[in-house]
């Protein structure tokens, strides 16, 4: 009785010892995986900030060109004339703009309201 008690104890143990080792593995596996996707997120995280800069810098030039365009000033000129509410007829003659992009200009900006 004692000694089936105590071979039933056993293979208790063994099955605990073996579902351990096995739970040592998967963790083993686990943490490998976790390392990996920290390295992949860092690697992320890098190229987001590089990816930001460049933007940064590009919204950078893009601005400077856009003082630097006599056309954009122009038509900068005629957009902050039509926001003040001036004609056709006076976009056309102070900005030296065709009607069709008077009209252009106008109709944008009546679409904005």
């Known amino acids: 009785m004692l000694g089936k008690k105590l071979q ?3 293979s208790n143990i063994m099955q605990a010892s073996s ?3 096995g739970a040592e593995q998967q963790i083993a596996i686990l943490r490998s995986e976790v390392a990996e996707l920290r390295a992949s997120i860092m690697s992320v995280g890098k190229r987001v900030v ?7 810098e590009l919204a950078n030039q ?3 060109q856009k003082y630097d365009d ?3 000033k122009i038509y900068s000129r005629a957009v902050k004339m039509v926001e003040l509410g001036a004609d056709i007829e006076e ?6 703009l065709p009607r069709a992009e008077a009209e252009l200009l106008m109709s944008l900006h009546n679409k904005s309201k």
């Open 70 to 72: 006599p056309d954009a």
């Open 50 to 56: 590089t990816t930001e800069q460049e933007l940064h």
């Open 8 to 10: 039933k104890e056993r």
């Open 91 to 96: 976009v056309m003659r102070e900005c030296e």
């Open 62 to 64: 893009q601005a400077a």
């Open 19 to 21: 579902a351990l080792q």
